[in-house]
């Protein structure tokens, strides 16, 4: 076994959270930090022109390629569930949207009896590193590492697609990021200059001179090891060959939702029973690991239009494909500056709820999935998921071997609630479609069609059209010591081995109400500083 020696702090993961957790823990010259990474560089091309994750989502190059088992709620289907395997993770790959998501989620999570993660308390985490192409204010910041700029294109179709949804009663407003998201807007995002932001553009290269830091690459973390009750080194493969990196400071678990639950089950914490069928010695009984799995189902109603641009249209013409990548070589701008989406909206999919429980995502193109080609005629497609889902799965590790991958079950559709919001999501859809602002472009519902109306065929219609957005959270969740299923107590720390933390979207007790990648940034913010309070004490 290769001795990496000894690290005041080891983290696994160098996705979005730890990719800043390296940089703000690096940044004491006096402690040592390794960073370890199960993916590879980030030199490829299509990890940073931000159409690119057309080409990296479904590719081994970009992607880890897990797929859920048969999901009974989406008759039986098992799912792509794409994963970033590269340096910046899922960043790398993502649809660089820009979220935060709305002040009641973290109130929410306060409520749960979390101190500290009320949105008044995390609002200075976000700011902390946020770098806003607008000028300051309250609500936003400058001179940060995350960088947050507006679109550089726009589509008619898609100004029409809001204009639709006002007059559908979704009002129009300029800012998704104030703590109340409700209405439409263009999507902001994390570009610079038309070029992909990821956490390791902004985060990690930055830090990567820093002789106290050493980042791995291509490495299987297969468990942490434990002495007298502390994380006291990190068991891991390295081009076949086992290695172990001894610990003296606090190890961090930053391998994402579906990563980091194998690894404490590997470790010997998690459900007992389940560990033991694995022939893993049970170090702590955490029934919580893996489990309160959430994620956001999308549903992709795609519409044929006639007499407007879109994307499919114009990558089908060749002079107008050329002219895509002159536009981006000299100017850095057109459709391959594009995020997958543009325009977004935020609704009540009935009165019942307070706050919107609704994410519209309006794209300009339409494709059967995510790494195919586009459809050969003019279409949008208006993507709609549940914000706040009540079904719950799991992440869990299958076997002993770090090699195989883990076993995903999303659940989506599986509570009578989720049921009737997908039910509403398409309803509310087609009132947008249906409103004068689009009739000139003569919309004609392809998916799921114009012949599907009652009840029970718009849930099968949910079932066929239904996949990950891919917004994994919630196993190996925050909560107070009162919840037997709470994994982590509210500074992030694993109950039952001390020196060990996780800190990514698995730390969320709920989901937030928008796109995920944001708000991680800021649990990984908050919880840098927290180890470096905790170690001062």
């Avoid at 307070?354 to 519209?360: K, W």
Wanted: with cysteine.
């Amino acid at each position: 076994m290769e001795d990496f020696g000894s690290w005041d702090d080891v983290i696994v993961g160098a996705g979005s959270a730890g990719c800043l957790l390296a940089n703000r823990l690096s940044a004491d010259p006096n402690r040592r930090v390794l960073l370890l990474e199960a993916g590879g560089r980030d030199n490829w091309i299509w990890f940073h022109i931000p159409v690119g994750y057309l080409f990296a989502i479904g590719n081994p190059r970009a992607d880890w390629l897990y797929a859920t088992g048969p999901v009974p709620g989406l008759g039986g289907r098992a799912l792509p569930y794409p994963r970033g395997r590269v340096l910046g993770g899922s960043s790398a790959i993502n649809a660089m949207i820009y979220m935060r998501g709305q002040a009641a989620d973290y109130d929410g999570w306060r409520q749960l009896g979390l101190a500290g993660w009320a949105w008044d308390d995390v609002l200075p985490y976000f700011l902390k590193h946020e770098d806003h192409a607008e000028p300051p204010n309250a609500l936003h910041a400058t001179g940060g590492e995350w960088r947050v700029e507006n679109p550089r294109v726009r589509w008619r179709l898609l100004d029409a697609v809001r204009e639709a949804a006002e007059a559908a009663g979704i009002r129009r407003i300029a800012d998704f990021n104030t703590g109340d998201n409700e209405g439409s807007s263009y999507f902001q995002v994390n570009q610079r200059r038309g070029r992909r932001v990821s956490a390791a553009r902004a985060f990690l290269k930055p830090a990567l001179g820093r002789p106290n830091l050493r980042v791995e690459t291509g490495v299987e973390v297969d468990r942490v090891e434990a002495t007298d009750g502390r994380a006291s080194a990190v068991l891991f493969r390295r081009g076949g060959s086992p290695c172990r990196a001894a610990v003296t400071g606090e190890v961090v678990l930053s391998a994402g939702a579906v990563g980091s639950p194998p690894i404490l089950e590997r470790s010997g914490i998690g459900d007992g029973e389940r560990l033991r069928d694995l022939g893993i010695a049970v170090a702590h009984h955490a029934p919580g690991v893996g489990a309160n799995l959430q994620d956001h189902l999308q549903i992709r109603p795609v519409y044929k239009v006639t007499g407007v641009r879109s994307l499919n249209t114009d990558y089908a013409n060749l002079a107008r494909r050329a002219w895509m990548g002159i536009d981006y070589a000299l100017f850095r701008n057109g459709p391959l500056t594009m995020a997958p989406s543009q325009v977004g909206a935020f609704a009540r999919s009935s009165p019942d709820y307070a706050t919107a429980n609704l994410q519209f995502h309006f794209q300009p193109l339409s494709l059967d999935k995510w790494g195919d080609g586009l459809h050969r005629f003019g279409a949008f497609t208006a993507s709609v998921c549940n914000l706040r889902p009540s079904s719950r799965g799991s992440v869990h590790a299958a076997s002993a071997d770090p090699a195989v991958p883990p076993d995903i079950a999303p659940n989506y559709l599986d509570t009578e609630e989720d049921r009737r919001v997908a039910v509403d999501a398409l309803r509310l859809t087609r009132r947008i479609v249906a409103q004068a602002p689009l009739a000139p472009y003569r919309p004609e519902e392809y998916l799921p069609g114009p012949l599907v109306e009652s009840e029970a065929d718009l849930l099968d219609a949910a079932a066929r059209l239904g996949t990950t957005i891919f917004h994994p959270a919630g196993t190996a969740a925050m909560g107070p010591e009162t919840d037997r299923m709470a994994v982590l107590d509210g500074r992030l720390r694993v109950r039952g081995l001390r020196g060990l933390r996780v800190i990514d979207a698995s730390a969320m007790p709920r989901i937030t109400s928008g796109n995920t990648n944001s708000p991680t940034i800021m649990i990984a913010e908050k919880g840098a500083a927290m180890m470096i309070e905790d170690r001062r004490r």
